[in-house]
């Protein structure tokens, strides 16, 4: 009878031992937990509800991405450009299933004309349509206060437009896939400086009268200055004055031309007119739909940054952009920003499929600094990080043939990553 009853026992204990869900016994190392009724019951509600405990802009079935695309004004065109851009690449995406089983869905505000209009744009993006990420917005007023605003909602952004106005102070929430302004333009001046010998010949640095891009400007004057130039001159333009403009042909060697293609072919004209043909330096981004009407005085003496030039294009990235501007109606015409819109959807997408199905705003920002060497087929290859939100840090440099006009790149890719 004792030993029936101890085998008995011993078999009891036996089927009381722990199992995983395959059946195997597990190890006796394996900790251990005693759950009372209530707190299993707590658990598995938890466990139900934990599908809708997201950051908003997700849904099971679908993502919110948001941009703010101006539809009327001088940049109305660019903002239709992007706008045609975004749409027919999440429309690929969508066609191909999306991304862990969600289509992307894609809301487009109008930031308006100045600085109020554009927050209350995006805070209705954010607010009201509770979009999860923003991607290519083209909202040059908002520069200034978009760090601020994204870090308070936690809400991330690739690609801010930085490419026609001055960039946004640097933030946690934004990647950029391009360089701006100011990367392009200290570009052309290390060409200028080490290339073309211009550091000790009189320099101008010309900006609007609308004060628009007066700290770019003055940025661009303290690197000029910091790299050893000993004559650099600040100007602002107007079409009604040239004070500042005229002068003997020695009185200006060089100038940087910060503004709208308009008035570029205007301050052209005006330096010609009175017998000067400095050196011009300006970013494409900016400049670049108007220079046929430049003096051909100033043939192969116009430099232009790129933040990318036809030899990066692989032939994937060369046929799909080929493709999408036959879908969409699309030309050369803004071509830059067709690119960066492009690319920035690219990135952000890659960044989705890495953070997987349980992504959220901030394993997004850390799927994001994940990527390095990331071939968007149509730039140079793009790498963000921890500490690093600028995919690109640098520029081509090309010059052009005004009576053929003929674009010559004059220098391999001048990156800035060591430059101070």
Known sequence: ??????????????????????????DPAMPRFVLSSADQLSLAAYLKRLEDDRDPGLANDRLLLGTLLPSNGPLA???HTVAAVLRDSIGRINQAGGIHGRQLQLIILDPGPDLASAEQALSELIDEEQVFALVAPLAPALAPRLPELLEASGVPLVGAQTLLEASSPPSRQIFEPLPGLREQFNALANYASADLGLASSPTLIVSPGDGSLEHQARTLQQYLKAQGWQDVRRQVYSV???????????????????????????LAGRLHSVGLTPYLFASSAQVAGDIQQLPEAFSRRLFLAYPFIPSDWSAPGRTALTNLRLRQGLDGQHAVMQVSAYCSLALLGEALKRAGRDVSRETLIKALESLHDFDTGLTPRVSFGPGKRMGLNGAHIVTVDLGALQFYPVAPYISLENTP
């Open 1 to 26: 009878m004792c030993l029936w009853l101890c085998l008995s026992l011993s078999a009891m204990a036996v089927e009381l031992t722990p199992r995983e869900s395959a059946g195997n016994r597990l």
């Open 240 to 266: 009604d004055e040239q004070a500042g403009l005229t002068g003997t042909a020695g009185d200006v060697s060089s100038v940087f031309y910060l503004g709208s293609a308009e008035h570029f072919s205007e």
């Open 77 to 79: 065109q660019a903002g």
